[in-house]
């Protein structure tokens, strides 16, 4: 058996990975597992408000990280640890645990490794990635057939992973076909170990098997030629024979470096969309919907705030109504705005301030000139367009006056940002790579 503080610490390190800072620091902060009795575990909590939550809302996902670790686990109970020390540790159990736990709450299918619980229902559209539904939408209705390969990118925690997901627990509980759902990264080791163990063509026929393929991080093979090559046999043989593949990046796959062009053709045959960081708009929808939780509604002055101020990352979003609702059990009553701010405060780090230099070296390096050049009066069309952009950018998502950004791009005219400024757009209208391209460099400055 493993020792209480060595297996809790390691529950814990997996279920950091999977949540907000906020929403881990909130719901498992002085916990600890009390002790191990014939297959149960008594897992310590600091209050019953604690304890009714992590029952509610994590109860299964803690259960199958213990029986991960120890297979002998059997049953998970909750004891308030810290209310009243003087009294004998009283054991509370959950609803659950006198219940048959249905296998798949427990447990990510290891056949599929699909979480039952990312699904269209539970996905909040928006203008933000209202495209990339739609897609996911067309690719459900026709697998293999529309849109393959379809290829998602976007900033970490703009739903990427949910989606790509929800089209593969869609397709798995709507037809017979063999869905399955790995990480680049997973991809590689298992690679790895057919190698080392002279088994490669059984790696081979795993992968081949299956008639929707999900990849997700597909970054990871940024410059790992092997594990490239064998990606690119792989999706020559599913293509082939109709079956449906579906990646995701944090970038586009033209602007990932070291990888193959044969690949970066083969991931462009089919559609390739983008996520962005939500509007406001999107993360106020975002904030009511997953609210539900709270005890008290939010008001729409509480979730203008939380829209504006916590932006780009739909975890943090989580993490932080999360603290809200917490917060309002505890109270027993609605948060005022003033709350709510020391909670953003202490939950959410600073805005990210970036400088015009920063902005202006950014630009340069993503497309790969000389930083001095976008300061000089060449005409260069290597030089303009990322000047223009630089200028578009300064003045959409900073709000720098016209002159003020002519001033300090080498004292340039403020007509003539202007005009830089309607240029581009006007181009991003017609021109899908550049929308990629100023999103990939936008997502940089969030």
């Known amino acids: 058996m493993m020792d209480n503080k060595k297996l809790w610490d390691s529950v814990l390190v997996e279920m950091e990975l999977n949540l907000s800072k906020p929403n881990f620091n909130t719901w498992f902060k002085d916990t600890s597992i009390m002790k191990q009795e014939e297959g149960a575990v008594y897992l310590g909590v600091p209050n019953t408000f604690v304890q009714d939550w992590l029952g509610s809302k994590f109860h299964n996902t803690i259960l199958k990280a213990l029986r991960t670790l120890s297979p002998n686990v059997q049953s998970l109970h909750y004891i308030i640890s810290k209310e009243n020390p003087k009294e004998k540790l009283v054991v509370e159990k959950t609803p659950q645990v006198n219940k048959e736990l249905p296998i798949a709450d427990i447990y990510i299918n290891k056949e599929d490794n699909l979480n ?6 539970s996905f909040v559209v928006g203008p933000f990635n209202e495209f990339a539904h739609a897609a996911s939408q067309a690719v459900i209705k026709k697998p293999g057939i529309v849109y393959n390969p379809l290829f998602i990118y976007g900033g970490t925690g703009h739903g990427k992973t949910h989606l790509i997901q929800a089209i593969g627990n869609y397709i798995k509980n709507s037809s017979n076909k063999k869905v399955f759902y790995t990480t680049s990264e997973k991809f590689g080791q298992e690679y790895i170990n057919a190698l080392q163990l002279n088994k490669p063509n059984f790696f081979k026929e ?9 990849m997700d991080d597909i970054q990871f093979f940024s410059g790992k030629m092997k594990m490239q090559e064998e990606v690119f046999h792989l999706f020559n043989h599913l293509y082939d024979n109709n079956k449906q593949i579906i990646f995701s990046s944090d970038k586009h796959p033209g602007l990932i470096q070291d990888l193959e062009d044969r690949l970066k053709s083969r991931f462009s045959a089919g559609m390739i969309v983008d996520i962005p960081a939500p509007d406001n708009e999107s993360r106020a929808a975002i904030i009511r919907t997953k609210s539900t939780s709270c005890l008290y509604p939010l008001t729409k002055e509480i979730i203008d705030y939380l829209a504006y101020s916590v932006v780009g990352n739909i975890r943090e979003l989580e993490g932080i109504i999360n603290s809200i609702s917490c917060q309002t059990q505890l109270k027993n009553r609605e948060l005022s705005l003033v709350e709510v ?54 003045r959409e998502d900073f709000n720098i006056s016209y002159p003020a950004i002519g001033e300090k791009l080498g004292g340039r005219d403020h ?10 757009k006007n181009d991003i209208k017609l021109d899908e790579m550049l929308v990629q391209e100023i999103n990939q460099l936008r997502s940089i400055f969030v």
Request: glycine share 2%; charged share 30%.
């Open 341 to 394: 701010k020391n909670l953003v405060k202490n939950n959410v780090g600073p805005k990210k301030l970036v400088s015009t230099k920063e902005v202006i070296k950014t630009v340069a390096e993503f497309y790969n000139i000389e930083e001095h050049l976008i300061y000089a009066k060449t005409r260069k069309k290597e030089v303009i367009k990322p000047r223009q952009i630089i200028m578009y950018i300064l």
């Open 206 to 214: 795993k992968y081949r098997k299956y008639d929707v393929l999900i």
């Open 415 to 424: 007509t003539t940002v202007m005009h830089s400024c309607e240029k581009i």
């Open 116 to 121: 039952p619980r990312y699904t269209f229902e």
